[in-house]
């Protein structure tokens, strides 16, 4: 009776650690990958912060219209008072006509305090500039877009990365424990006599080879992994489960549907026509600079004087006021205006080439995308069936070794082409994914 509590305490100290273990593994589906990336992804996160800068840029250009209010407060000191000349029959009518005294007209210590306040009546540039940052806003938010559908399209081929590497690994796995059972039936047939050591030594370099290409698989799967994990803006050190399998996927390699679909407006062509827009601005704004400015400002002061410093504070203070408009008329800027437009209608027409080559690309590379998901679907069907056949003739060449009326070598050599077709099919499978996803992209149709 006394042994239950520490029988308890094993058992929920075994178990309970396997299911915390276990509770620690986060299980993602491909769309719940793609989903986590698109929040947390470093290049996603800084699409969403140019957005609020664009918005912190808009704010700025509005501000420029509202009224701008100054103060400013000053206290100074004349170290050395300046003298000035002025005309001693003045201060003494006898004194000889053209002689001249010095006085002292500023005093030792002055303070004032001047608040000013302007208000832009009329800036052509003001309109133009406020509409450029809203127009940079939208492209900041169609970056965002095409910034997500590289995360996707990244996340999506480590996601398949992964499981084709893991479903590898698997079959090498079990290549490996085929070809150690073998190892061991040929090692008994040999101590019992029906067998030479040639056999058996054949067998075993095979088996290296395949511990060999076992430690390949498992190196690729664990970098994989890593690799999904940095697309997806996860910690190296949180262990997840992937969902899906390599079975469900393949059902969505079933790309009639695909093959046959036209597509959507491709985010590219809303990036040239938002910087067009751009462009289109910048050259009005600069068209605009040859009309004048005018602004309204006021200004109110008061200023004080004294002998000391204490008696300046204490003193009589004095007020004045301004109130008046500013028109601001450009003559002649040595052509730097005009060279200025000159160059935004050639940035404009710039624009508009690449827009036409984009658009031609983007047909280029649907044909292509498609052209590439056709052969590789047929070159994935072809491996299948390389590997179910190789597979045949690895069965049949075993059980004739078995039965006495084959060879050692026949085995041998099956299992070698067992595993290339095995790593020709995953090979082919991994390029069917990788296809479908850039047709998706080619498209426009990725998210």
Do not use: C
């Amino acid at each position: 009776m006394k042994f239950k509590p520490v029988i308890l305490f094993v058992f929920v100290w075994v178990f309970g650690s396997g299911l915390l273990v276990q509770a620690q593994q986060v299980p993602f589906t491909l769309e719940e990958s793609v989903a986590y990336a698109l929040e947390n992804n470093a290049e996603a996160k800084n699409a969403r912060l140019e957005i609020e800068a664009a918005r912190g840029l808009v704010g700025e250009r509005t501000a420029e219209g509202l009224p701008q209010i100054n103060g400013n407060l000053n206290a100074t000191k004349n170290l050395v008072v300046p003298v000035t000349p002025f005309p001693a029959i003045i201060a003494d009518p006898e004194a000889p006509e053209g002689e001249f005294i010095g006085v002292q007209f500023s005093p030792v210590y002055s303070a004032g305090l001047t608040a000013t306040v302007s208000q832009m009546i009329f800036n052509g540039s003001y309109f133009i500039g406020l509409k450029a940052a809203k127009t940079y806003r939208q492209l900041a938010e169609v970056d965002r877009k095409f910034t997500e559908l590289e995360v996707i399209e990244n996340v999506k081929k480590a996601y398949y990365s992964v499981l084709v590497s893991r479903e590898r690994e698997a079959l090498v796995r079990a290549n490996l424990s085929r070809i150690d059972t073998l190892l061991k039936e040929t090692e008994i047939l040999y101590k019992e006599g029906f067998a030479e050591k040639i056999d058996v030594t054949r067998i075993r370099v095979q088996h290296n080879n395949i511990q060999t290409e076992l430690d390949k698989a498992e190196t690729a799967s664990r970098v994989s992994l890593r690799l999904l994990k940095f697309q997806m803006g996860l910690p190296q050190d949180q262990d997840i489960r992937l969902v899906d399998t390599i079975s469900a996927m393949e059902t969505l390699l079933d790309a009639e549907r695909l093959l046959l679909e036209e597509g959507e407006r491709r985010i590219e062509i809303d990036q040239v026509n938002t910087n067009y827009e751009l462009a289109s601005l910048d050259l009005k704004n600069n068209q605009i600079q040859y009309m004048p400015r005018l602004d309204a400002n006021y200004t109110f002061q008061r200023n004080s004087f004294g002998g000391s410093f204490p008696g300046l504070w204490s003193g009589e203070w004095f007020t004045g006021s301004i109130l008046g408009v500013t028109l601001q008329i450009p003559i002649f800027d040595g052509f730097t205006k005009r060279y200025k437009i000159q160059q935004n209608r050639v940035q404009l027409r710039q624009l508009e080439v690449q827009k036409e080559s984009l658009l031609q690309n983007i047909v280029v590379e649907k044909f292509q995308a498609r052209q590439n998901l056709v052969n590789s679907l047929k070159s994935l069907e072809v491996q299948r069936e390389n590997r179910d056949l190789a597979l045949e003739v690895y069965d049949m060449a075993k059980i004739k070794y078995q039965e006495g009326v084959g060879s050692n070598l026949e085995v041998v050599e099956a299992d070698s082409a067992l595993k290339e077709a095995e790593t020709n099919y995953f090979s082919a499978l991994y390029d069917a994914f990788i296809a479908k996803v850039d047709l998706e992209k080619a498209l426009g149709i990725l998210n």
